[in-house]
């Protein structure tokens, strides 16, 4: 008996405790993503992919590491450690599979305000002459590093108190024209920053506002002292690193590695401005000693934290924003999920852990991440592949690079902003699909340069909320009259063929990016349960939203289960008085989704500027038509296209009545109820 008793006690125990440690391993599985991925990694398919984009994304984190911590007004070096420990984090902490974490222009740029501004280029006559014992750097040296790892650190902080208060998904309000806007004001913020090297000459410090314009203000007024080598040098560098670039992109599917053009620069610059000793010979700046090795951790300077505050909550905003874009991007692409909250808790252990290790402040790059996709990156392996390269370069190739002109690591750094600068081509996009996120685009750009990222950033999304909500009290919802439009008939065909469902949309009210992730959500998880759905057709129950048309009688005779080949989707757009470009785009990945599911989707009752953005903004299926004047036009439609489902039965739609014999559904989207109710 006492065995037995034990064995139950044994088992009881287990029962109370399994299901605890069920839920500590989901936990870690969705906080550690890489506990979900790196079991399941195939080293046959995807090493050599992972080598080959890891050796490429090294020598971009290398250059840009160099060149962001020149921007971010610290010693080079330190950008180094910036390309190392972030991207370790990340890959531990991060969903995007294909996002290259590590230094980044805008935040280098945010955060160099504050190194400027605490420790000024004054201040260094008093300190050196001091060294610290941290790798031979001066005083001067550690204090800069000093306030632009509290700056990282506070950001970091500010990150992850966003994650426990769960304020990823308020992202929504950051539109993609404000992002497309911000991201290309920054990089011209970049450029401009890098003229001083491209054209040789000496410049102090210029931020603040109009400081872009002050800064080509100063170049003009001391144009006769450029060095005409070093813009030689720059406009050489530009033309084949633009060439070779362009070439690689071209001939990327037959040859199975590009050339690191950039590799291939930095060596013959180094060695070429060694042996004709550029530096003393014609005056050119080059990089200078990179000492070798990783300095202990060290805590940021707590003390300043209250000072850098304005330049945390930037870099912590626009940092995370373009991450996330760039990590939703690559989820898209790809055709996996991304935790938006889980992004602010990667980003934001990043900046913090970094900090300790004398890092600038983080976030993912645009011209990295790209790499990753043209060098055919599958995981990330690849960006912990780079960080093994990277620490080769701290401690052994890094002194060899004392020689790089800043001339050809700034043309480096201009090329690398192709991807951002180009985004200028999207204006064209955005006329022609919604004139006033046009104007939201010129504006925050304008904003942009003229002040910050992170006041464009700002100025963007608070203008974007205010147009909506100006726009939403002058726009009509659908009325109850416009219904007559639904009214259709079907003819009988005979009874032994293929019965195909229909699902009737009718979208009640404006599509904008307020509304329009959760719109293409819930059309999505209806397409998704579609057999639930004929379930509950079968019993008369469609008409079950707030605006429903009316009862539903049932024939119990003619209501049999069925089964459903292909189901047609019509979104009855009535309603939808006006959108956005979120919401244009919203509407064209829907469409695509569900051709990939094998739904027809028809529109019906759509305005002509509403086909215009559509048709402008998606690749839609030119081979049938999917827009229609009216629901009874789309269903005709469904109906006399034999190469479909036939459709079986007769069915009349009126505003008082609706007698069935076919499957039809009724769902309607309404704003006060963004989230569609199961029938």
């Known amino acids: 008996m006492t065995g037995a008793k034990r064995k139950k006690k044994n088992v009881l125990w287990s029962k109370m405790h399994t299901p605890h440690c069920e839920d500590i391993k989901y936990w870690c599985r969705k906080r550690l993503p890489i506990l979900e991925w790196a079991p399941h990694y195939n080293l046959k398919e995807n090493l050599l992919p992972d080598i080959v984009s890891g050796v490429m994304l090294a020598v971009q984190q290398v250059t840009q590491g160099l060149a962001f911590a020149i921007l971010s007004s610290v010693h080079p070096v330190f950008g180094l450690y910036g390309s190392l420990f972030p991207a370790i984090i990340y890959a531990i902490f991060g969903m995007g599979r294909h996002v290259a974490t590590g230094t980044f222009a805008l935040t280098s740029l945010i955060s160099a305000n504050a190194v400027e501004r605490l420790v000024p280029q004054s201040s260094q006559n008093l300190t050196t002459h001091n060294h610290s014992s941290v790798l031979g750097f001066s005083d001067f040296e550690m204090q800069r590093i000093g306030v632009a790892a509290a700056v990282s ?344 063929e293929t019965l195909q469902q229909v699902k009737i949309i009718s979208i009640n009210n404006p599509l904008v990016f307020l509304n329009a992730k959760k719109f293409g959500a819930d059309v999505m998880n209806l397409v998704q349960k579609e057999n639930q759905l004929l379930d509950d057709i079968n019993k008369c129950e469609q008409n079950t939203l707030l605006n429903s048309l009316s009862n539903g009688n049932c024939n119990d005779e003619l209501a049999q289960p069925c089964s459903s080949e292909k189901c047609s989707l019509v979104l009855d757009c009535t309603g939808l008085t006006f959108f956005d470009y979120s919401g244009v785009s919203m509407l064209v990945e829907v469409y695509m989704n569900c051709k990939g599911r094998n739904v027809d989707v028809s529109l019906a009752n759509c305005t002509a500027s509403l086909i215009k953005a559509m048709t402008y903004c998606g690749n839609l299926d030119s081979e049938k038509p999917i827009f229609f004047d009216s629901v009874s036009a789309a269903i005709s439609n469904i109906y006399s296209n034999k190469s479909r489902a036939h459709l079986v039965g007769s069915v009349e739609f009126t505003p008082s009545k609706c007698s069935q014999s076919c499957k039809f559904q009724n769902i309607f989207f309404d704003l006060n109820h963004l989230a569609f109710p199961h029938p």
């Open 153 to 496: 650190f506070l950001a970091g902080v500010i990150q992850v108190a966003m994650f426990v208060l769960q304020l990823g998904s308020a992202t929504f309000l950051v539109t993609e024209p404000v992002i497309s806007a911000m991201t290309t004001g920054a990089a011209t913020h970049v450029v401009t920053s890098q003229v001083k090297y491209l054209l040789g000459i000496k410049m102090p410090y210029i931020s603040g506002p109009l400081g872009f314009f002050y800064i080509y203000a100063y170049v003009f007024e001391n144009i006769k002292s450029v060095r005409l080598e070093a813009v030689l040098l720059s406009s050489l560098s530009i033309v084949v690193l633009v060439l070779v670039k362009e070439l690689n992109e071209q001939f990327k599917r037959k040859i199975k590695v590009v050339l690191p053009i950039d590799l291939v620069l930095i060596i013959a610059a180094s060695f070429a401005c060694y042996f004709t000793n550029m530096e003393s010979s014609y005056g050119l700046e080059v990089i200078g000693h990179i000492p070798k090795g990783i300095p202990p951790p060290q805590a940021p300077s707590m003390g300043i934290l209250s000072a850098v505050v304005t330049e945390a909550f930037g870099v912590a905003l626009v940092g995370y924003v373009a991450s996330l874009a760039l990590a939703q991007g690559s989820a898209k692409k790809f055709k996996y999920s991304v935790d938006d909250n889980q992004e602010l808790l990667a980003h934001g252990l990043s900046n913090v852990i970094s900090s300790f290790c004398f890092c600038i402040p983080s976030a993912a790059a645009m011209g990295r991440t790209a790499g990753l996709y043209s060098t055919g990156s599958k995981t990330q392996v690849a960006c912990l592949i780079s960080c093994i390269f990277v620490l080769i370069v701290i401690y052994a190739i890094g002194p060899l690079l004392y020689w790089l002109p800043m001339c050809v690591l700034a043309s480096i750094i201009v090329v690398g902003l192709k991807g951002m600068l180009i985004q200028f081509r999207d204006l064209k996009k955005y006329w022609n699909v919604d004139k006033i996120d046009w104007g939201i685009w010129i504006s925050t750009y304008i904003f942009t340069i003229c002040f910050a990222a992170n006041v464009g950033l700002l100025f963007g999304v608070v203008s974007t909320i205010a147009i909506v909500i100006g726009r939403f009290p002058r726009e009509k919802t659908l009325s109850i009259i416009n219904m007559k439009e639904m009214e259709f008939k079907v003819k009988t065909e005979t009874d032994d």
